[in-house]
Nanobody, 113 residues
Framework: QVQLVESGGGLVQAGGSLTLSCAAS????????MGWYRQAPGKQRELVAT??????RYQDSVKGRFTISRDNAKNTVSLQMNSLKPEDTGVYYC????????WGQGTQVTVSS
């Protein structure tokens, strides 16, 4: 089993910044990707950013504002979020893709206007 522990969510005003962190532990073999999804109220979960062994991808709406970082030695992934907008509000989920996908419990990010 793989466990993911997230931290760093909270309430911030528009234009502010937050950093989300996620640490994976347990029976971890080859990690194919780590990243973040988010889910706003009444909407489907959507990819925010992902980092595979070969590439980094961002959702178009966060490009230039969010930066994903991954530490392979520590099995951690973080998301630096700058210039936050109210539409960034939602529950952010960390994930790890190995032989299967594992998900964190989610951390709330609220951006007030």
């Amino acid at each position: 089993q793989v466990q993911l522990v997230e931290s760093g969510g909270g309430l911030v005003q528009a234009g502010g910044s937050l950093t989300l962190s996620c640490a994976a532990s347990g029976r971890i073999f080859s990690i194919l990707a780590m990243g973040w999804y988010r889910q706003a109220p009444g909407k489907q979960r959507e990819l925010v950013a992902t980092r595979t062994n070969n590439e980094t991808r961002y959702q178009d709406s966060v490009k230039g504002r969010f930066t994903i970082s991954r530490d392979n030695a520590k099995n951690t992934v973080s998301l630096q979020m700058n210039s936050l907008k109210p539409e960034d509000t939602g529950v952010y989920y960390c994930y790890v893709s190995t032989l299967r996908d594992y998900w964190g419990q989610g951390t709330q990010v609220t951006v007030s206007s």
